[in-house]
């Protein structure tokens, strides 16, 4: 759908909005757009953002409830306001004045999912060091009078679909960089949680005299290290686009080796590339491009490192 915009003569910008749109309609994976990864109470909300590489200016949505089309929301706010980030309620009576319709984002797949997760204990979750114990019962949880801290490996519990976005870096004909993300989040996430998706330099990121970079995976994590914004300071630098993804990811592995994750790059050339965390269950990492050179979108693969 992006590329279908450029070619038609559409911006970068359309491209990326249309395209990251197109999934969050399709629900792809399960992991953008309404209907999927419900939070603690049930309830589906969304991230996004887009990044315009000339201006740098970024639109931003995070938290958003009630409306389907995140990322075009993130558009409006580079378009009709002087602020990159607008969240939770707040963001969705923006939507409104912008013309987007309030719309129920709970399918009867995403109350299942929930109800199912209800009946397991309310397991996985993302609470720490609460009483009752989280990794035994549902809430509601409450910090402990007296506090022991103890690392747990909750890790392994979570299949590797429990966090996944949908990234793309859009490149023009004459070197134009834009970038954005949508997703649903982190599946059973506590409400109110928002991951590296809708910040700048964490899940997206784009300038056009370097290129951009787009990440997926435990936002949680990964959003700590600016993975994106990293990942074009060493396409800037003259690092080719893979090794600067790989780069990007080594620097994580030291903090969280069993982290979940992957990262795009493409530079304003052309070249592009990825890497991937190697973790059981995922060793390698599929992404789609299309380009000149290609007749039609191809899916790459990537060896996990």
């Known amino acids: 759908t992006a590329w279908r915009v450029l070619q038609l003569g559409g911006s970068e910008l359309d491209a990326v909005e249309r395209g990251c749109s197109q999934c969050e309609i399709d629900q792809c994976d399960g992991s953008v757009g309404y209907g999927g990864s419900p939070d603690e109470s049930g309830e589906t909300t969304l991230d996004a953002m887009i990044m315009d590489g000339n201006t740098m200016e970024v639109g931003a949505v995070a938290d958003i409830r009630r409306v389907k089309n995140a990322i075009g929301v993130a558009r ?15 963001a969705s009576l923006f939507a409104v004045r912008m013309g987007f319709p309030y719309e ?10 929930y109800s199912k997760w209800l009946n397991q204990s309310c397991q996985p979750n993302y609470w720490k060091n609460v009483v009752p114990d989280s990794s035994k019962s549902c809430g509601p949880y409450k910090r402990p009078e007296k506090v022991t801290y103890e690392e747990e490996e909750i890790i392994s519990q979570r299949s590797v679909h429990s966090h996944d976005t949908i990234g793309m870096v859009v490149i023009g004909a004459s070197g134009t960089v834009a970038s954005g993300t949508s997703t649903n989040g982190a599946v059973h996430k506590i409400p109110g949680r928002v991951g590296d998706s809708p910040i700048a330099g964490a899940g997206s990121y784009a300038d056009s005299t370097a290129g951009g970079a787009a990440a997926t995976g435990d936002g949680d994590i990964m959003m700590r290290f600016l993975p994106s914004y990293q990942a074009v300071e060493y396409m800037r630098m003259g690092t080719d686009p893979t090794v600067a993804c790989q780069k990007v990811i080594s620097r994580i592995q030291k903090y969280a080796p069993k982290f979940f994750g992957a990262v795009i790059c493409a530079n304003t050339t052309g070249s592009y590339g990825a890497a991937c965390n190697k973790i059981p269950g995922f060793t390698q990492f599929h992404f789609m491009v299309s380009s000149p050179l290609l007749s039609q979108p191809t899916e790459q693969v990537v060896d996990c490192i």
């Open 104 to 113: 129920d984002l709970t399918t009867r797949n995403s109350l299942s999912l």
């Open 76 to 90: 409006k706010v580079i378009e009709y306001t002087k602020h990159t980030l607008l969240v939770g309620e707040s």
